[in-house]
């Protein structure tokens, strides 16, 4: 952990402070098959990125870092130089859960919200149809209660997302037609698509 946080703040100065800190719990099982590393359940998975985000920010921004943690101790460690961004570089995390989302309205600065992944690693174009708008802002909502819950301030939490299509389309004729030859792939309607978070059709 120490490793981490010690390489994120030398390449944080190294790019004069355009650094982003993105982590996550991991969510493509077979690598960590490929890499011999077990594969916890997403309950501890979750409770281990907490556990380094908090490591992690005591590391950059306190001169002195003890953690006796269920994952990671420390005794008095230290971490020079600081990042060049104060307190610390942006931290990004991502997802949907509202166990990542629980974390992330204590840790992160942006959220990047995408559809469920899930335990096989890839984002099936059935999970993509139920991120819908109306979806998205219910987890945004809840992302910014548990940050006030927490005594943060949501609405500074930036949020983000994938788009997994952009089309230009010509005329507004031209954008309907798209949205109908492509609503059935996204298992949505029309409509539907054209207000879907994750695709930008006109």
């Known amino acids: 952990m120490n490793f981490v946080a010690e390489g994120v703040a030398a390449r944080n100065r190294l790019s004069d402070g355009r650094l982003f800190a993105g982590l996550g719990t991991g969510w493509t099982e ?8 077990s594969f916890p359940d997403i309950g501890t998975r979750l409770r281990m990125l907490d ?13 002195h870092t003890t953690v006796a943690g269920e994952f990671y101790q420390f005794n008095e460690s230290i971490l ?6 104060q307190p610390h570089p ?5 997802g949907g ?3 990542l989302l629980r974390v992330a309205a204590k840790h992160a600065d942006i959220v990047n919200i995408i559809s469920d992944a899930g335990k096989p690693g890839y984002i099936k174009l059935a999970n993509v149809a139920k991120l819908t708008d109306e979806n998205f802002q219910a ?3 809840f992302l910014r209660q548990e940050a006030a819950r927490l005594g943060r301030d949501g609405s500074k939490i930036r949020i983000s997302n994938v788009i997994f299509s952009v089309i230009l389309t010509n005329s507004a004729a031209e954008t309907q037609a798209t949205a109908e030859g492509m609503a059935p792939m ?3 309607s029309p409509e539907g698509l054209l207000h879907s978070p994750l695709s930008l059709i006109g």
């Open 30 to 37: 077979r690598e960590f098959k490929m890499t011999d590393i």
């Open 51 to 63: 556990e380094a985000l908090t490591c992690i920010r005591s590391l950059w921004t306190n001169e």
């Open 80 to 85: 020079w130089p600081k990042p060049v961004q």
């Open 90 to 94: 942006p931290i990004l995390l991502g």
């Open 97 to 99: 859960g509202k166990g």
């Open 139 to 141: 987890k945004v909502k």
């Open 186 to 188: 996204f298992n949505t």
